[in-house]
């Protein structure tokens, strides 16, 4: 966990920045003296919060329009700081642009930040002096850093997306390690899918932003290479996902046996193998060989001897369970080693990606002004957080103007910008965060400064807290809320360093800008509940779309890979909406059990539709003939319309009970069956989202809705 912790693509990503920081800031010091540092500093550190993993293309845009939108921010603090009503309308108008830049998405918040940072570090600023001067010290600070950021990022490209891949193989291999879990009978059902589905929305995002850096930039063999083992493991997330169908029946038949402790030790040797190939990806150096599996695969082909037996009458079906399970183990397996073989085998870009156009599957970043203007209206959670945002931050300057003790303003409003979020839930989330980081960076700072005045030393624990604040923003906000308390205090003590810091006023800063955050989080809010029936309905399209797509006897690549993406990335969007949902107040949550049950139907349908894939591709012999297209064509119709037209539930006509000139085999079988439980999970899947919401209300709601799987 220690290793995971420092080798990744955050943690570099933070230690470059942290080098970028000092670089500026001692050049500073040594060519012009301490003021002329400080001023360097905040400009670097200011540029440095939208210096993020991203591909090169989009790094120069990124931290210019963060220079630019700084500079403009610092004059405005400065021109208007002599005039208390013209600060506090800064302060309004500032904190609003600030937010509504959110509108662009989630690459879009460093960005966002970067402008609450600046102004606070601005207002923290010595009054009185030159107020050009700032401005420019700030704008030669962040140019410089611009410039370093746009170097290093070309410099460590390579090293940059090797990491990426490296961690969302771990990401993968976490999932494979929970759903070793449903070998246990002593874990329940529905703890193993909340965990599982939860992680599938880690896999999810950690698989979009590898993509995002691999696929966009594909030029020699090197990068084919990454490429073709990103490719191998999105394979292998599908195989596993297809592998979910069998454990429920499993379990019901072979529970306490040492058949299900083989299969739960194998999936955690293979968590294990995918962990030192993301591992070695991580650290630059070739995966070794693997793990040993033999001792299990010997155990289960022992117990797998023992059933076949008794593969008539009513143990046909379990021993065919377990076979079927067997085999996809041992592709696991075999896909397991072509990640391991494909991480280090240097492959010609279009090769690695099978010809398929990348650029359906990029994340899309636009900057349209017309998007900005299309979120403001009240209907728009974007404009909504804008003036909450606003008004706190406008309550916490006005809060700093009446306090009888000697308030720090800055430090209420930083309070205030880092724990208020577009959701209640993450904004509840990291107000005790926030408060708990707080109080250890105050005790730090002041420890800090009462042991040393070396202004060297104190500057290389801000650069330090900057790399860790900086690593940590998106995976520890605790860690991320200590560095950046020593961040936002000791760089006031080189701007203005006969004031005097006291841990107590501080502390009490943090408070009263926790409570003010929290207070204001109930103004004009917009709850989870209200997303809930658009993402549901969302889950409902992207299953119809890959049932389609799925149940085609020759489907094209490009279309079921997007339709897979697109019913996974809706799959995770709807569960970590739920998540959340749990965090806001209890009158302000809809449907919570059958949404449970809604969201591991959608799995369940989804693993049923990949098995399906993978019964075609693996037993194409048993089954292909003239009539199976036709067979799918009209289940394909059957299923997608119980999905998308709940009036069209009660006409649909049944599907056949054998495959026209296809012997009973236990292929035909096995396909048959699989058809009719994912038709049925649809029917119920649209049953469900009736009750949630997302659609009409034309049947009853059920009296006591299960939480258990479909």
Same mark, same amino acid.
């Given at each position: ?236 997330? $599908? ?35 995918? $962990? ?26 022992? $117990? ?9 009458? $009513? ?198 800008g926790a409570l003010i955050a929290w207070g204001f989080s ?94 075609i591709q693996q037993r194409s012999g048993e089954l292909n ?86």
């Amino acid at each position: 966990m220690t290793q995971r912790a420092i080798f990744n693509h955050y943690a570099y990503s933070g230690f470059t920045v942290s080098i970028g920081i000092f670089l500026v800031t001692l050049s500073g010091y040594l060519l012009a003296g301490l003021d002329v540092a400080a001023g360097l500093a905040m400009g670097a550190i200011c540029v440095s919060v939208n210096d993020v993993p991203t591909p090169d293309r989009h790094k120069l845009l990124e931290t210019l329009s963060g220079l630019v939108l700084g500079i403009l921010t610092v004059t405005i603090v400065s021109v208007t700081r002599s005039h208390t009503w013209l600060m506090g309308a800064s302060v309004l108008g500032i904190s609003f642009v600030a937010a509504m830049i959110t509108a662009y998405g989630r690459k879009a918040i460093p960005l966002s930040f970067s402008i609450f940072f600046t102004m606070i570090l601005a207002l923290s600023a010595p009054s009185h002096g030159d107020k050009t001067v700032l401005i420019k010290h700030f704008a030669l600070g962040g140019f410089i850093y611009l410039c370093y950021a746009l170097v290093v990022a070309r410099i460590l490209s390579f090293r940059t997306r090797q990491q990426a891949l490296g961690e969302s193989i771990q990401a993968l291999a976490n999932y494979l390690r929970i759903q070793g879990n449903f070998f246990d009978a002593a874990i329940p059902m529905d703890d193993c899918y909340r965990a599982l589905i939860g992680q599938q929305a880690v896999v999810a995002e950690k698989l979009q932003g590898a993509r995002d850096l691999l696929f966009r930039q594909m030029r020699s063999e090197r990068d084919g290479m990454l490429a073709a083992t990103l490719v191998k493991s999105l394979e292998l997330f $599908e195989h596993l996902l297809s592998i979910q169908v069998d454990y429920t029946g499993l379990r019901n038949h072979f529970a306490g046996s040492d058949l299900l402790m083989f299969f739960r030790d194998i999936s955690r040797k293979g968590s294990q193998d995918l $962990e030192y190939i993301g591992y070695a990806l991580i650290q630059g150096q070739l995966p070794d060989s693997g793990v040993n599996y033999k001792a299990e695969l010997y155990a289960i082909e022992h $117990e797998v001897g023992r059933l076949r037996p008794s593969t008539g009458g $009513e143990g046909q079906r379990p021993a065919a369970m377990v076979i079927g399970v067997y085999d996809k183990v041992l592709h696991s397996i075999e896909q397991i080693n072509q990640i391991r073989r494909a991480s280090h085998t240097p492959t010609p870009p279009q090769e690695a990606v099978s010809g398929v156009s990348v650029e359906h599957f990029l994340s899309r970043t636009s900057y349209n002004p017309r998007r900005l203007l299309r979120s403001v209206s009240f209907k728009s959670p974007v404009f909504r957080y804008a003036l909450r945002v606003a008004l706190a931050m406008g309550c916490g300057y006005w809060v700093d103007l009446v306090l009888p003790y000697t308030a720090h303003g800055y430090w209420i409003l930083l309070t205030i910008a880092v724990i208020m979020r577009s959701s209640y839930s993450v904004t509840r989330q990291r107000q005790w965060d926030r408060i708990l980081g707080n109080i250890i960076g105050c005790i730090l700072a002041a420890f800090l400064l009462w042991a040393t005045n070396n202004s060297v030393v104190l500057m290389a624990v801000v650069v330090t807290a900057v790399g860790v604040a900086h690593a940590q923003a998106t995976r520890n906000y605790r860690y991320t809320a200590v560095a950046a308390c020593l961040m936002g205090l000791l760089p006031t003590h080189f701007l203005e360093p006969e004031a005097q810091f006291l841990v107590a006023e501080r502390l009490l800063d943090t408070g009263v800008g926790a409570l003010i955050a929290w207070g204001f989080s109930f103004v004009l809010p917009y709850w989870e509940s209200n997303n809930i029936p658009g993402l549901v309905r969302n889950v409902l399209k992207t299953s119809a779309a890959y049932t389609r797509t799925t149940l085609n006897f020759s489907p094209s690549q490009l279309q079921y890979r997007l339709s897979r993406k697109h019913l996974i990335d809706a799959i995770a969007a709807l569960g970590s909406a739920g998540r959340r949902m749990l965090d806001e107040p209890e009158s302000q949550r809809r449907a919570v059990e059958p949404l449970n049950t809604f969201i591991t139907g959608s799995y369940l349908l989804a693993a049923q539709l990949a098995s399906i894939r993978l019964l075609i591709q693996q037993r194409s012999g048993e089954l292909n003939n003239a009539a199976l297209p036709a067979t799918l064509a009209n289940a394909s119709g059957n299923i997608a319309a119980i999905l998308e037209n709940s009036d069209a539930k009660p006409d649909l006509p049944p599907l056949p009970e054998e495959i026209p000139g296809v012997p009973a085999s236990n292929a035909q079988l096995l396909l048959l069956h699989r058809l009719a439980e994912i038709r049925d999970g649809a029917r119920e899947l649209s049953e469900l989202s009736e009750y949630i919401g997302a659609r009409e209300q034309t049947i009853a709601a059920p009296e006591s809705p299960s939480s258990k799987p479909l």
